[in-house]
């Protein structure tokens, strides 16, 4: 019924079409360091209206249910990504001032595929680092 060359047609077409093998998937990295004196939130691509919803002291599993992820101080957060367009947001824990609807203050970042891009943020800003 089969032929002996549509089996290894059929493997190869299973095999080539998954995102791991085809070159898609999540095959860049974006880095950030937290280079302040206390905790930090980090989002990528956060959704604003959640953010907004976060108090002004969240707790980790607001920060998590909100997309985002707590980074202590010193430490850097990696996160693998597909190749794309995304924005960094990073927010001192508790945060100064709550986020307004619409607003999520932070950083376009543009990475491309096996591309890490580190970053590194101060309490104010987030810099880019060599």
Not at 10 to 16: K, M, R, W
Not at 49 to 65: D, H, M, R, S, Y
Not at 109 to 121: D, L, M, S
Request: charge should be positive; avoid cysteine; glycine fraction near 10%.
């Amino acid at each position: 019924m089969f032929s002996r060359r549509l089996l290894p047609t059929i493997l190869v077409s299973v095999l080539f079409s998954s995102p791991v093998f085809s070159g898609g998937g999540k095959n860049a990295t974006i880095s950030l360091l937290n280079a302040t004196n206390g905790t930090i939130m980090v989002f990528i691509d956060p959704h604003a209206p959640v953010l907004t919803k976060l108090p002004a002291n969240p707790t980790k599993a607001q920060i998590e249910q909100a997309g985002g992820m707590l980074v202590n101080t010193g430490a850097t957060v990696k996160v693998k990504v597909q190749a794309g367009d995304y924005l960094l947001v990073a927010r001192n824990v508790p945060q100064e001032t709550v986020v307004a609807q619409g607003d999520a203050p932070g950083l376009p970042v543009t990475i491309g595929r096996y591309e890490t891009r580190r970053f590194a943020f101060n309490g104010e800003s987030i810099i880019p680092l060599q």
